[in-house]
T-cell receptor, first 115, second 113 residues
Framework: KAGVTQTPRYLIKTRGQQVTLSCSPI?????VSWYQQTPGQGLQFLFE???????NKGNFPGRFSGRQFSNSRSEMNVSTLELGDSALYLC??????????????FGSGTQLSVL | GESVGLHLPTLSVQEGDNSIINCAYS??????FIWYKQESGKGPQFIID?????DKRQGQRVTVLLNKTVKHLSLQIAATQPGDSAVYFC????????????FGTGTLLAVQP
């Protein structure tokens, strides 16, 4: 069974631009979560999608958005990039049924550098 | 200004020894906990989980212990191998009907051959 796939692996953008990251979950998984990982803040939850609906959201500005498609694939978008958005963006998938004890399986991430 | 990076605690062990990685979790309402391993250039990899109705769970070469009284979690790795070298994170669910995970800052495990 293929794992969580994230594309692209690396991205370099300049301030003010926008970026779209893609995530394909494990087959059969209906929930996709996004996390930001930085040396300063560690791993922080961005949002979670289930059945094409945002089910949970972290404390990030509205420049960070996402969506999920009917095949459970997800994208996240960051608009008006800032230097501080440089980070590893991780996608995690899970079955989505038992919210109280979901095992999240992570992809390798997209390393975004904002210049 | 320049951000200060998290100072990762480091545990250095000899190959073949047992390792114990500790974690203090933050939310007394958390009822589900996971340990992840993250190698350089990769995403976090699931190791083992435990629910709050248990105080110990064993996997292959790994054991997780949960002490709810003091909000403490530990990961024990038996016969540590060089391939175990990585950053280890504990994560908690914060309680309630959510699969949003709250991650600890991580511990760097360095295995000396």
């Amino acid at each position: 069974k293929a794992g969580v796939t994230q594309t692209p692996r690396y991205l370099i953008k300049t301030r003010g631009q926008q970026v779209t990251l893609s995530c394909s979950p494990i087959s059969g998984h209906r929930s996709v979560s996004w996390y930001q990982q930085t040396p300063g803040q560690g791993l922080q939850f961005l949002f979670e999608y289930f059945s094409e609906t945002q089910r949970n959201k972290g404390n990030f500005p509205g420049r960070f958005s996402g969506r999920q498609f009917s095949n459970s694939r997800s994208e996240m978008n960051v608009s008006t990039l800032e230097l501080g958005d440089s980070a590893l963006y991780l996608c995690a998938s899970s079955l989505g049924g038992d919210l109280s004890s979901e095992k999240l399986f992570f992809g390798s991430g997209t390393q975004l550098s904002v210049l | 200004g320049e951000s200060v990076g998290l100072h990762l605690p480091t545990l250095s062990v000899q190959e073949g020894d047992n390792s114990i990685i500790n974690c203090a979790y933050s939310n007394s309402a958390s009822d589900y906990f996971i340990w992840y391993k993250q190698e350089s250039g990769k995403g976090p990899q699931f190791i083992i989980d435990i629910r709050s109705n248990m105080d110990k769970r064993q996997g292959q070469r790994v054991t997780v212990l949960l002490n709810k009284t003091v909000k403490h979690l530990s990961l024990q790795i038996a016969a540590t191998q060089p391939g175990d070298s990585a950053v280890y994170f504990c994560a908690e669910n914060g309680g309630g009907a959510t699969n949003k995970l709250i991650f600890g800052t991580g511990t760097l495990l360095a295995v000396q051959p």
